[in-house]
């Protein structure tokens, strides 16, 4: 009874794990990439797609995809991304323009967090007295939005910004808050 009681355990276990993994938030197969602009504002674009209503750029969001920032120079910087179970931030390193550092740390973050049913499709980020401001615009074409996510998800997304910006101390931020459209996002 013993082994027959262990095999069933070891079974549920594998469908257990394999069902975990299924959950895969960085399939971005069909997800468009965000791009970082000169003005420190991005918003992907597919090329030959039209841009959906409402335009990003009637907001302030740059909807040029073709005016990716190259200088040449990158600079090094620690992102943060959140483990398998969304327990802790997890640094890595990455080379970054050196023009726009900060924002193409956000852009490699939003990219990673993309999936087929949630897509941030672009966002400003402004900073005042140490406080960074993320607006975030989520794509038209997205099923889910941010208030929809689990808390995991929040915490992969939101949380590996916010630790990004303020551990990188050349950015001097002390505190990040998180809007959608000017409003803010109750994380």
């Known amino acids: 009874m013993y ?19 299924s959950c895969d938030s ?18 992907p674009s597919p090329q030959g797609e039209p841009e959906k209503s409402p335009t990003p750029a ?18 090094n ?8 179970q969304c327990q802790q931030l997890i640094p890595k390193k990455a080379d970054v323009s050196a ?6 740390a956000i852009s490699k973050i939003f990219k990673e967090q ?10 400003r980020v402004n900073v005042n007295n140490g406080i960074a401001t993320v607006d975030v615009r989520i794509s038209p074409d997205s099923k889910r939005q941010v208030s929809s996510l689990s808390s995991c998800e929040q915490f992969a997304l939101f949380g590996s910004v916010r630790k990004t910006l303020i551990s990188n101390s050349e950015w001097k931020i002390k505190d990040v808050r998180f809007t959608e459209r000017g409003e803010d996002i109750a994380l």
Not at 3 to 21: A, D, G, K, M, P
Request: aromatic content about 10%; glycine content about 4%.
């Open 26 to 43: 960085n399939n971005t197969a069909d997800n468009p990439t965000l791009e970082t602009t000169p003005n420190s504002k991005i918003s």
């Open 114 to 123: 993309d999936t087929a049913d949630f897509s941030v499709a672009g966002y």
């Open 99 to 104: 023009q726009e550092p900060m924002n193409e």
């Open 77 to 84: 910087v620690t992102l943060y991304t959140s483990d398998d």
């Open 58 to 75: 009637a907001e302030g969001y740059s909807t040029d995809s073709n005016s990716k920032a190259i200088s040449g120079k990158t600079t």
């Open 3 to 21: 082994n027959y009681n262990r095999y069933v355990l070891s079974f549920l276990l594998v469908v257990f794990c394999i069902t975990i993994s």
